[in-house]
């Protein structure tokens, strides 16, 4: 297929960027979106011009490095996939794509597609563990833990940390990101003794970065590539409720 | 170069325990006093680099990813193994031993292993506190499943995302000591150059990979996590970024490489699309135990397989290995499914694949029983191919996967120059020449969470040198090199792109050096090799600058020390005249078609010294004894 791109590109951090357009030619319809990009990249490198930086890595959607805007959608037009899993066929011949980057103030551009998301780091440094010392661990099956309560916690720690969640958000809120982790240790028994301190340091490490409140769009669940559910952040409120009261002394 | 193992004397058994008791300690107060710089933030890293902070040392964690929690662990599917003998069926650290040293077929040394299954215990202890998520019961106790065609169920796992969970709870550890200031982290780092002043590993040199910036950094000891270089092949099921840079630079400087030919070829893959294929993406191995494997008897057959009769298919594994079947180990099904494709019998577009048929099992147990079983497999192989495998057979095809090979390091995990360290994948230490299913993220833990953290104060404890700043003249030397290499990179301005070079070492590899291995191949290879180089160096263009962010600088840099390595990966392979797990040389196979060890001449470790781009590097020999494994030959039949 022969498809029309219109690419957000930006030299550097400070610099002012626009949209630059290509177009690129005999694309399978079997390609990732990712390998399209390297097409036109071969492309762009043999014309002797510099090449779209993006991010990616893995390429089967589990370590999060990749994320973009296509056509305004946070990993573009499939469902729970991140963008290295988005497959050409969900595209047309003749199609006008638009590829952007993340937006949200949080996510400072360093170039093309490429945005910084030191934040996520600096909210799990916050409290985003369990304090454990190596080589203190009780044996691992002193505390039996329901296979319920088990899949739940799993259900919220297979984030992959790609930021969909804040791209799609109106208010660009890390919620879905923060909650995720708040729900998978607040969930387990391991959690439970950092349980009110986490969520509040976690909190306010994410507001401290620029994020935005929640105000209960969803828009961060159907951006998900991993399914997470806007569930968690039910609980991480009700966590923030007991934790602010409890450290009111109430 | 001196092959000291410091193996400890005395009955296995005993021998971590011996080992931790006569290694100097450091005096609490003193730990801050030393500095340890450890790249790389996967599954050794990243707990190695927590550990060493928590115990009071001052480390700086390096990664080239934007994060810690990108390194590629976070891909490992299957599980962890251990030895808990939680089901009751007969485990125990003894026999985890035993199938590790057999799996690697007679090539790994046999304390290390002996060790890595002791501390397989502690890893899952020490995952759970952290609330990695793994399976549980309904009674609310931990699940295993048994892998890779053990006879034992020690795999723990969580779902099919188990490096993940693993990665996050090393990560999240880390991060913990990053807020404590124990840790400082540089991300977006990539490592270029290791420092050694008079022959003892005194630190590194990085580019910063935004703003181009070179940089040094001191320290007392190196450590070494940067993973393997399955990526030489360029197709791989390696993420995109890792590369063989840190290891070969370390090479470079005086630290021996181990058993490079060792390398892993998965058996279930996805096989590629087309030219464009940029990686390729693996199938968790557990599909065996319900798929089975065919190709149609007719070469060239191109009906689809649904209008192909059953007397008109060759299930080829059941055919020739009647008792395990399609549950062969990984190699002999990669080289069956390769006998395949060449002769004819391919399937797909591209014919590049055989079948790994669902039918049976559906008609047998229903399509809830597999999809409960592999449902999230099933749906990445329709996202990936947009073919549904509940109706029409998978393809699949080996692709590299992991390499068991590289740099040697002793019981203490220290490389051949003092106070540089290399754990986890980047170290060749306990797979032998066959790694067993779920024992990659046993090694990296065992290394980075409870062997390294130890060893490592024995060697600063002993530690009396001058101090050594950035501002020694083997730092400015070292950072003059790097930037003189970024400079010629970017100056070539030829005709083509650096992927374009890759792929030509990488098929060259890949039939010469990939499952099947020959003398003459190999031969034609090494010469080959310096060919493809050349070219490299006068035809690459990489474009823009290096004082920006540039993907394909990265990316030019890693594969030109790919041009390096590949040699060596060759010369390996050929002075290696037997065949042994992964390594497959057509001369050397038993009359059931096997691979046919020579114990008498290659029972050794094979150490490459480097001797400079171009020239022959010199091979060092660590003996291998089997004390506790009586040596035998592997039989699938």
């Known amino acids: 297929m022969n498809l029309t791109l219109h690419v957000w590109r930006q030299p550097g951090p400070q610099a002012s960027g626009r949209f630059e357009t290509y177009r690129v030619e005999g694309v399978s319809e079997h390609a990732s979106f990712l390998e399209m990009l390297d097409l036109l990249n071969e492309n762009l490198t043999r014309e002797g011009k510099e090449p779209v930086a993006f991010e990616h890595d893995c390429r089967e959607g589990i370590c999060g490095s990749c994320g973009m805007m296509v056509n305004g959608i946070p990993h573009g037009p499939d469902t729970l996939v991140a963008t290295c899993q988005l497959h050409m066929r969900k595209f047309n011949d003749g199609d006008e794509i638009w ?95 950092e349980r009110y301190g986490r969520v509040l ?9 620029g994020f935005g409140t929640c105000t209960n769009h969803g828009a961060c669940q159907e951006a998900c590539p991993k399914g997470i559910s806007v569930d968690v952040i039910a609980r991480l409120n009700r966590d923030l409720l007991v934790g602010t009261w409890k450290e009111a002394g109430v | 170069m001196q092959l000291d193992s410091k193996v400890p004397s005395g009955p296995i058994q005993d021998a971590w325990d011996k080992h931790r008791f006569d290694m100097k300690l450091v005096n609490p107060s003193n730990k801050r006093k030393y500095e340890v710089i450890v790249v790389g933030t996967g599954l050794a890293g990243a707990s190695a680099a927590a550990t060493m902070g928590e115990l009071g040392y001052r480390v700086k964690v390096f990664t080239y990813h934007d994060s810690p929690r990108r390194a590629h662990s976070i891909a490992a599917q299957g599980g962890i193994n251990a030895a808990k003998n939680y089901q009751g069926d007969g485990d125990s650290i003894y026999r985890l031993f035993y199938d590790t040293v057999k799996g690697g077929d007679f090539r790994s040394r046999e304390a290390n292993v002996y060790r890595l299954a002791q501390i397989s215990l502690n890893i899952i ?53 990053i807020h404590a200031g124990t840790v400082e982290i540089y991300t977006r780092r990539e490592m270029l150059d290791l420092v050694v002043v008079d022959g003892v590993a005194r630190g590194i040199v990085t580019r910063d990979l935004v703003t181009g910036k070179v940089e040094s950094h001191a320290a007392h000891a190196v ?30 400087r005086g630290a021996g490489f181990a058993n490079p030919c060792y390398t892993q070829i998965h058996p279930t893959c996805i096989p590629p699309a087309g030219a464009y294929q940029s990686k390729l993406t693996l199938m968790s191995e557990s599909l065996r135990n319900d798929g089975r494997i065919w190709v149609p008897k007719a070469a060239g057959d191109d009906r689809p397989p649904a209008q192909i009769p059953e007397s008109e298919r060759d299930y080829y594994l059941e055919r020739m290995y009647p008792s395990f079947g399609n549950l062969v180990p990984r190699d002999i099904a990669s080289r069956r499914a390769k006998q395949m494709v060449d002769s004819g019998h391919g399937v797909g577009e591209l014919h590049n694949g055989v079948y790994l048929d669902f039918d049976e099992a559906i008609a047998r147990l229903g399509e809830d029983v597999i999809r409960d079983r592999y449902g999230n497999l099933f749906d990445m ?36 120059v003092p106070g540089l360290f290399a754990i986890g994948e980047a170290n060749f230490s306990d797979h032998g020449a066959n790694r067993l299913g779920a024992s990659a993220l046993m090694q990296g833990l065992a290394d980075g969470y409870f ?160 001797k400079g781009v171009g020239e022959e590097p010199v091979l060092h020999k660590e003996p291998l004894e089997f004390e506790y494994v009586p040596l035998s030959q592997r039989s699938y039949k």
């Open chain 2, 125 to 177: 202890d020490q995952a759970v506190a952290q609330g990695v998520p793994f399976a549980r019961e309904y009674g609310g106790h931990l699940a295993n499943r048994s892998f890779g065609g053990a006879q034992v169920s020690r795999t723990f796992y969580a779902r099919g995302q188990t490096g993940q969970q693993l990665l996050l709870g090393c990560y999240q550890a880390l991060e913990r000591q």
């Open chain 2, 381 to 416: 192989y329709q996202k990936i191919t947009g073919e549904n495998p509940y109706r029409v057979p998978m393809r699949i095809y080996p692709a590299p996967h992991y390499t068991m090979g590289g740099l040697w390091v002793d019981y203490e995990l220290q490389t051949t």
């Open chain 2, 223 to 252: 450590v070494l996590a940067t993973g393997g270089y399955a990526n030489a092949f360029f197709l791989s099921t390696n993420a995109k970024a890792s590369n063989v840079t840190a290891k070969w630079r370390a090479t470079k």
């Open chain 2, 451 to 610: 062997v390294l953290p130890n060893t490592i104060g024995n060697y600063l404890a002993r530690l009396k040198m001058t101090p050594v700043d950035t501002g020694h003249a083997a730092f400015a030397d070292a950072e003059r090199e790097v930037a003189e290499k970024t400079t010629r990179l970017l100056s070539i301005k030829g005709t083509r792109t650096v992927d374009e070079l890759h792929h030509e070492l990488g098929s060259l590899l890949w039939h010469k050096c990939g499952l099947e291995r020959t003398a003459e191949g190999l031969k034609e290879a090494i010469e080959e090799i310096p060919r493809i180089r050349e070219r490299f160096w006068n035809e690459v263009n990489v474009p823009g600058s290096g004082e920006t962010l540039n993907q394909s600088l990265e990316k030019a840099g890693r594969v030109a020390d790919f041009m390096e390595f590949a040699e060596i990966l060759c010369r390996d392979a050929l002075a290696r005249d037997e065949s042994c797990g992964a390594h497959f040389r057509v001369e050397h196979v038993t009359e059931e078609g096997e691979a046919k060890r020579d114990d008498e001449h290659f029972s050794h470790v094979a150490v490459w010294e480097f």
């Open chain 1, 201 to 209: 340091e976690m909190i306010a490490q994410h507001d401290l970065e």
């Open chain 1, 99 to 193: 590829v952007e980057p993340w937006r949200a103030t949080p996510f400072p551009i360093i170039r093309d597609l490429v945005v910084d998301r030191s934040a996520f780091d600096r909210i799990i440094q916050a409290g985003g563990y369990v304090s454990v010392r190596t080589g203190s661990a009780p044996e691992a099956n002193a505390t039996p833990i329901p296979k319920r309560v088990a899949d739940e916690a799993m259900d919220a720690a297979a984030c992959i940390g790609c930021a969909a969640c804040v791209a799609a958000c109106p208010n660009a809120s890390a919620m879905l990101f923060t909650a995720a982790k708040i729900s998978h240790l607040g969930i387990l028994p391991q959690g439970q003794p």
